[in-house]
């Protein structure tokens, strides 16, 4: 990711749309997440990716214990934090006001410009208890970033592995994902708000869906746009009155349309039950996992057809189709994402049978 987009970026507040008020954040509605980044990602994905987690991990900062925040945002409203929540690929042990955590996590998007990382890992206090889902706050000196980032799609985004060998991480640097199920959190003292409130990883899908929707509805627009007056290379026939091209660009922007409704929609829903005092039930918070891996399902069939649409011109790198073709398939790769997964947890809990997603 560019330094001059950085730039820009900070110089717009854009990574603090849900940093506190108290320190001069927006604090925005939390569907802002989805409508942001699908604004950002019709030009690029992967801006638009890292936009959004440095934006989200604004948000959950504000979860953490009061000193953790007093350590972090005292230095600089505007730093920006790094993240991966792959919770088997960390493990953490007790010790005296805090843990010790080694491991190497995959997907760090954003690693590089970023002072802090928020890392998974599964914790216990000794060696006959069970073990607990932790989320860590690392300085970048505690953890070495490996240069591994060569990937088909996203490849602004820098998405690296790090790794950490026996770090201590104080007590306040840490929070439980029993802590960030919904309802309040160590840090609503200082932030009382909504956001802060949320339930994190039942909504997870939700801070980076709006990035497939982005790219599905740049390629509808521009494809609108660009084919009113076009002519076929083999045929010389205007585009526009091919019949099975009108059928297509109805059949994408259907997909676009319900990907977008179902996000803003969940979002919304999620906020109202929160801002009322109401923690959204199993069922309800798998719901809003299994919608959101299909929301970005809808949006990559959405960018299928409209590849389809760009026939061989598409192929070439001058031009945006291909570049949207493998940042969307690099989204949809997310576990998130997984229609599977997130369908076996919905239907699990639907037919009475236990969760078996226990950050929910």
């Not at 409508?35 to 990602?41: C, G, P, T, V």
């Not at 953890?143 to 980032?149: G, L, Q, S, T």
């Not at 820098?158 to 919904?182: I, R």
Request: include cysteine.
């Amino acid at each position: 990711m560019p330094d001059e987009t950085l730039r820009d970026f900070h110089a717009a507040q854009l990574f603090r749309i849900h940093q506190p008020r108290r320190l001069g954040g927006a604090e925005l509605e939390f569907a802002a997440v989805v409508e942001f980044a699908a604004l950002l990602a019709r030009s690029c994905a992967s801006s638009a990716w890292n936009w959004v987690n440095f934006a989200a991990h604004h948000m959950m900062l504000g979860m953490f214990p009061p000193r953790a925040q007093e350590e972090i945002w005292g230095a600089s409203r505007d730093t920006l934090i790094a993240s991966s929540f792959v919770f088997p690929a960390g493990r953490a042990r007790k010790v005296k006001d805090g843990y010790v955590l080694s491991g190497r996590w995959p997907f760090s998007s954003g690693v590089d410009p970023s002072e802090w990382n928020m890392l998974a890992g599964l914790a216990r206090l000794d060696d006959n208890a069970p073990a607990e889902q932790r989320v860590f706050l690392l300085h970048r000196s505690q953890y070495r970033v490996i240069d591994n980032w060569f990937a088909g799609g996203l490849r602004g985004t820098g998405s690296k592995d790090v790794e950490a060998n026996e770090q201590f991480v104080p007590e306040h640097m840490t929070l439980s994902v029993a802590d960030t199920k919904g309802g309040p959190t160590p840090g609503s003292q200082l932030n009382p708000g909504v956001l802060y409130r949320m339930p994190v990883f039942a909504l997870f899908p939700y801070m980076l869906s709006g990035v497939a929707l982005g790219i599905a509805e740049g390629m509808i627009e521009e494809f609108a746009s660009q084919t009113k007056e076009k002519m076929g290379r083999m045929t010389g026939a205007r585009i526009a009155d091919i019949q099975s091209t009108q059928i297509r660009l109805g059949e994408a922007t259907a997909y676009a349309r319900a990907s977008r409704l179902v996000q803003l929609a969940n979002c919304s829903e999620a906020e109202e039950k929160i801002a009322r005092g109401e923690v959204p039930d199993g069922k309800t918070k798998a719901r809003y996992r299994l919608e959101g891996a299909w929301t970005v399902d809808w949006a990559v069939r959405a960018i299928d057809v409209m590849f389809g649409l760009a026939g061989a011109g598409g192929l070439y790198e001058s031009g945006h189709a291909a570049r949207a073709f493998r940042d969307a398939h690099a989204v949809k790769q997310h576990f998130s994402f997984n229609t599977d997964i997130a369908g076996t947890t919905y239907g699990r809990v639907a037919l009475g049978l236990a969760s078996d997603n226990p950050t929910l």
